[in-house]
């Protein structure tokens, strides 16, 4: 297409007078230009439209959804809130059971010291919220750690009370006490390391506390004797029986049956020589019956 101009022919149906437009090629260019620009320009607004529309119908949804979680991280709040509270009691039984077992106070904790409402920002929301389990959660290890460190200490007293010499060896009475006297047999003062008791033979002789039997033999002066290794240094010895019936190695209970009351060793009547000995000093029975 070479020419420079164009010529443009209307013509009605009819007899009316055929239109006759003459136009130079530039101006149909340009005209053709515009046609295009006002296509695509149009094909913008209307994707554009769209678009918008979209992006309205998608911001609507998260605007609901993001108040919904507004609630759901309030809940969350007032959640950990709750077991804050909960964990701060818990700290304060702690610490007076500590005081009862005569522990060193508890290591502090940090959930005294935090609180307070969420931020508005919602990372500073959400690293707040993360503090706060992290501290609840040292709080609980930290009560673990304490409650096990109590518990070691019950079991202990409860071993220390069952290793501790308690009661009479022996239904029987008095005849010698702890301390010097003048041995029935030199005439001489001497030490008397125990209690001696007397009873009926064969009166059954038992464990003043659990351990475990460390001799069942017959010794000089002592005749058959059992000696129990209580564990914390106590030891007991009974002396003078007339029959043994544990072994050495054997565990007792208090209030086992160990023996029968006898009249061995250097005895001048049917009696129990009682000893509590404490890492090998002995100390008045007296005390521990
Ligand atoms: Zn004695």
């Known amino acids: 297409m070479s020419a420079k101009r164009f010529t443009m022919l209307i013509i009605p149906e009819g007899s009316h007078q055929v239109r006759r437009f003459t136009v130079q090629r530039r101006w149909l260019s340009i005209a053709a230009s515009f046609v295009v620009m006002l296509?695509?320009?149009?094909?913008?607004?209307?994707?554009?439209y769209l678009r918008t529309n979209v992006d309205r119908q998608e911001l609507d949804?998260?605007?609901?959804?993001?108040?919904?979680?507004?609630?759901?991280?309030?809940?969350?709040?007032?959640?950990?809130e709750d077991l804050r509270k909960e964990m701060v009691v818990l700290a304060q039984n702690d610490a007076k059971v500590r005081v009862l077992a005569q522990l060193s106070g508890p290591r502090p904790d940090a959930l005294n010291g935090i609180g307070g409402p969420p931020e508005d920002d919602a990372s500073t929301e959400f690293s707040e919220l993360q503090r706060q389990i992290d501290q609840i959660r040292e709080a609980i290890e930290l009560r673990r750690?304490?409650?096990?460190?109590?518990?070691?200490?019950?079991n202990d007293q409860r071993s220390l009370l069952a290793a501790k010499p308690k009661g009479w060896p022996v239904k029987g009475w008095l005849t010698s006490s702890f301390g010097m006297r003048n041995s029935p047999f030199s005439g001489k003062l001497k030490m008397h390391?125990?209690?001696?008791?007397a009873s009926r033979t064969?009166?059954?002789?038992?464990a003043t506390a659990d351990g475990i039997v460390s001799r069942a033999e017959t010794a000089a002066g002592y005749g058959?004797?059992?000696v129990i290794d209580h564990g914390y240094g106590f030891k007991t010895l009974y002396g003078h029986n007339s029959k043994l019936f544990v072994k050495v190695g054997q565990r007792v209970k208090r209030g086992d049956k160990i023996?029968?009351?006898?009249?061995?060793?250097?005895?001048?009547?049917?009696h129990v020589h009682y000893e509590v000995r404490l890492n090998g000093v002995p100390l008045n029975p007296k005390k521990y019956l």
């Open 259 to 270: 023996a029968a009351v006898g009249n061995t060793g250097t005895s001048t009547g049917s």
């Open 193 to 197: 390391e125990g209690l001696d008791i």
């Open 145 to 154: 750690e304490s409650q096990e460190e109590v518990q070691g200490f019950l």
């Open 39 to 48: 296509c695509v320009g149009g094909g913008l607004v209307l994707f554009d």
């Open 202 to 206: 064969g009166t059954p002789v038992y």
């Open 61 to 80: 949804r998260l605007r609901t959804e993001n108040r919904s979680q507004q609630q759901e991280i309030g809940r969350l709040c007032a959640n950990i």
């Open 224 to 226: 058959k004797m059992v």
